[in-house]
């Protein structure tokens, strides 16, 4: 679902025609997040033969494991919030399309705009307590309570890190409405 007409982002050949700096950072961000969709979609294959393995070692072997599920989380963690700028960025949350045949285009692009800053306000505060967070983790030397006693500072950067993305994004998509003129 997306959340209706998107005005940043429908007509491809006017988005690549923006200039200024919302746009040369709006495609930056494009390139980055296809990257980083590479990189995720790597480890969720890795997070399942991780399982998979888990799985059959125990069933099979009878051999403990102490590390899998942790990674499997780590790597799930990490998929997850580094590709949520990527997600924003193609309007693939779930959004209630109730009102978008009612709104008129520019009701449309207010109310696409009024959500845009409501979430970066959310996202904004998660991120800070996120960075919070991984400092505290990493200063303290927290690790999990399992054998392996992986340092947390792991998942709670990447977390930070994609949330801090995700804001960039939520940032570039509402400075687009108002940056300079497309190109003839």
Known sequence: MSHGPLPDRDDQANA???????????????????????FAAI??????????????SRALFKAANYWQDEAAVFLLVGATF??????????????????VGLLSPLANRI?????????????????WKSWTLA??????GQVSNSMWSPPLAIPYSLMALGMSLL??????????PFAGARRP
């Open 135 to 140: 400092h505290e983790a990493y200063v303290d």
């Open 111 to 127: 109310r696409l705009w009024l959500v845009d800053a409501a979430t970066f306000m959310f996202c904004a505060f998660f991120t």
């Open 16 to 38: 690549a025609a923006r200039t200024g700096l919302a746009a040369a950072i709006d495609r930056g961000l494009a390139i980055l997040n296809s990257m980083i969709v590479v």
């Open 82 to 99: 580094m590709t949520a700028a990527y997600v924003q960025q193609n309007r693939g949350h779930i959004g209630i399309e109730a009102f």
């Open 167 to 176: 804001c960039v994004q939520i940032l570039v998509q509402l400075a687009l």
């Open 43 to 56: 480890a969720l294959v890795a997070a399942c033969a991780i399982l998979s393995y888990s799985v059959l």
